[in-house]
């Protein structure tokens, strides 16, 4: 599965750094350190497929290579799509992945939240797993299968801040990371790609918890284009 962008709009370090600065003001960014080993529950055959190609295109596009299996954890991706957030604390054994995970469950009743994500790392700083729970009600619903399973290939592939993507985190970083071409495509913002490539530099760290990794990252993205 390919991402299509739409036509490079330059981002500033201020866009950049919005990316990832919390809502608490602290700034981190962080990457994955390990293959992905993805592993999809709660969707039929048709739409794993779609999900799964996302998950791959993403992982190219910030070169980051997708195995069957993670030799510590067995998958460390795992996305869990649900009707009613109850039915999370009726998987099996997941109750051990996600510590708290009922009262966890009824935050997210209280707030009508239809995802949420959990990432777990290693000495490092690194990403060494992601869960991701999407509830499917009726915005998530009507969404295009594909724009779905991209925005949550996009969500999982960095440590965004925990406002990125929303009104509150300001500027470029308050877009949503995909958007529509005049024709009526869903396609991956050309910012958010770049970033993401940016991000992967192999010589950037795993993980940076410096406002000034914005200037370098920018730095990049202006080499790039």
């Given amino acids: 599965m390919a991402t299509p962008q739409i036509p490079p709009d330059p981002l500033s370090v201020d866009d950049i750094a919005g990316y990832f600065t919390r809502s608490d003001g602290s700034f981190l960014c962080a990457r994955w350190g390990r293959p992905l080993a993805p592993v999809v529950f709660g969707v039929t055959e048709e739409s794993l497929g779609t999900i799964k190609g996302a998950i791959e295109a993403v992982a190219a596009l ?6 069957e299996t993670d030799p510590e954890l067995g998958a460390n991706l795992m996305l869990f799509f649900v009707r009613d957030w109850e039915e999370l604390t009726e998987t099996p054994g997941l109750d051990r992945l996600i510590p708290d995970l009922a009262p966890l469950v009824a935050r997210l009743e209280r707030a009508e939240a239809n995802q949420y994500r959990v990432f777990r790392f290693d000495e490092a700083g690194a990403i060494r797993a992601c869960f991701a729970f999407v509830r499917m009600d009726a915005h998530m619903a009507a969404t295009p299968a594909d724009a779905l399973a991209l925005t949550q290939a996009v969500q999982a592939i960095l440590l965004w801040s925990d406002t990125a993507f929303s009104a509150e985190a300001g500027g470029r970083a308050a877009e949503p990371p995909l958007a529509r071409t005049p024709e009526g495509h869903t ?8 970033v993401i490539r940016a991000a992967y530099d192999p010589v950037l760290p795993d993980v940076a918890r410096d406002p000034a990794h914005a200037l370098r990252l920018e730095a990049r993205l202006r080499r790039a284009g």
């Fill in 62 to 67: 910030a070169g980051l290579d997708v195995a």
């Fill in 187 to 194: 396609v991956l913002r050309s910012g958010v790609a770049s």
